[in-house]
């Protein structure tokens, strides 16, 4: 089992930047895959970046060439530095881990892009 806290959201103006952070606790050793997730208000959970152990990244179209997801080198906290946010990346980010078919998730954190 893991336990996933996502951290980092906030309120930023268009074309700022921020880095949010998930801190993974539990068995990171099993940990196959993690990735970033976003839900809008009154819109479906979407993927945002995905990265596997075998350092893999897959990137939801509208965010490629904005958003870089990582994973630090003891595998313990994941990340997505984002740029250029636009008022449509307005959402909850919730931050996912898969230990074979079992997908874990954090509570997520509200990043709102307004001027």
């Known amino acids: 089992q893991v336990q996933l806290a996502e951290s980092g959201g906030g309120l930023v103006q268009p074309g700022g930047s921020l880095k949010l952070s998930c801190a993974a606790s539990?068995?990171?050793?099993?940990?196959?895959?993690m990735g970033w997730y976003r839900q809008a208000l009154g819109k479906q959970r979407e993927l945002v970046a995905f990265l596997t152990t075998g350092g893999r990244t897959t990137y939801a179209d509208s965010v490629k060439d904005r958003f870089t997801i990582s994973r630090d080198n003891a595998g313990n906290t994941l990340y997505l530095q984002m740029t250029s946010l636009q008022p449509d990346d307005t959402a909850v980010y919730y931050c996912?881990?898969?230990?074979?078919?079992?997908?874990?998730w954090g509570q997520g954190t509200q990043v709102t892009v307004s001027s």
């Open positions: 996912s881990g898969d230990i074979l078919r079992v997908r874990y």
């Open positions: 539990g068995s990171i050793s099993r940990l196959n895959a």
